[in-house]
């Protein structure tokens, strides 16, 4: 167990619906980093938050969102939904802020929410 | 723009053989990462490689880095079942968005 949750753990929608994804970090870890799995995309990285702010921004769609809050939990917004979106949403954590110097960037993964879209 | 590149992406092997898994990448990094995940799972974070010459152990997994080569592996040794997953490298970018760019993934499959 890594320490960070995900929920819900499956989610199955129809097309053009809108669904969120919840995220709780590790205890004390400041960053969340959203990743989307599929088989054709392998593992790419969607979105960084850092204590409440976006701090990088990776292969993700307009139509995807995420915050972070004060308590540190995030949430991925997907809206209009498609069925290529289908795919398991990753949330991970680290300390680091994402500074070039800081301390090394070791992300502990949550257990995913598998999206289907139909 | 980094890229991140294992070999090989499928890998079947008898328990007891030894194999290493190859991961290359573009650009300038020295920090280096190795996960593991089951199917269906998550990815569990195996080892963190942070300078030139870095090697980290743990029971049969053997990793190590050469940040001249830009290149990491991960070598098996006396492969048992249990080490059957999807392994997969990422490596740090430093520049621009601060986020780990990972490889396809080596599908491992030890049979008996």
Redesign the interface.
Known sequence: D?GVTQTPKHLITATGQRVTLRCSPRSGDLSV?WYQQSLDQ??Q?LI?YYNGEE????NILERFSAQQFPDLHSELNLSSLELGDSALY?C?SSV?S???LSS?????????T?LTVL | ELKVEQNPLFLSMQEGKNYTIYCNYSTTSDRLYWYRQDPGKSLESLFVLLSNGAVKQEGRLMASLDTKARLSTLHITAAVHDLSATYFCAVDSLQGAQKLVFGQGTRLTINP
């Open positions: 890594s980093y392998g593992l990285f960084q701090r990088a921004k990776g990753f991970a680091r994402g500074g070039i090394y960037n070791e992300q502990f993964f949550g257990p995913g598998r």
